[in-house]
C-alpha cells in the first residue's frame, strides 16, 4: 500500500504559480511513478506530468514548459511546479503512483484526495 497526501493548492491569478507537494509513505517511494492528474467539473481526469523511478518525464502538452515535476526519494515526495497559470488549468489536482510505468493512466492505482487549484483572470 500507497499512502499520498497533497499540499499547495490555492487561489492564484494568471500569470503567477503555484508548487504541490505530494508525500508519499508505505511501499519504497523510489520504486514508484509518481503522476500528477486533474480533474475539472463536467471534464475528464488527465494526465498533466508524470516521472519515472528513473527520473524520466512526460507532460501534457498544454503543460510543456510552464509545468515541472520533480521528486525527491530521501523525502519521499514529489513535486509539480507550476508557472504562467492560466485559467483553463483550475482543477482538482490529484498525485498518484504506479509501479507498473509511467506513462499510461491506467497503471495509477494508488492516489492522493487532491488538492484545488482556481487560477483567477
Known amino acids: 500500500q500507497v499512502q499520498l497526501v497533497e499540499s499547495g493548492g490555492g487561489l492564484v491569478q494568471a500569470g503567477g504559480s503555484l508548487r504541490l507537494s505530494c508525500a508519499a509513505s508505505g511501499r519504497t517511494f523510489s520504486n514508484s511513478a509518481m503522476g500528477w492528474f486533474r480533474q475539472s467539473p463536467g471534464k475528464e481526469r488527465e494526465l498533466v506530468a508524470a516521472?519515472?523511478?528513473?527520473?524520466?518525464?512526460n507532460y501534457l502538452d498544454s503543460a510543456k514548459g510552464r509545468f515541472t515535476i520533480s521528486r525527491d526519494n530521501a523525502k519521499n515526495t514529489a513535486y509539480l511546479q507550476m508557472n504562467s497559470l492560466k485559467p483553463e488549468d483550475t482543477a482538482v489536482y490529484y498525485c498518484?503512483?504506479?509501479?507498473?510505468?509511467?506513462?499510461?493512466?491506467?497503471?495509477?492505482?494508488?492516489w492522493g484526495q487532491g488538492t484545488q487549484v482556481t487560477v483567477s483572470s
Open positions: 516521472i519515472s523511478a528513473g527520473g524520466s518525464t
Open positions: 498518484a503512483a504506479s509501479f507498473v510505468g509511467f506513462t499510461s493512466a491506467g497503471g495509477y492505482a494508488y
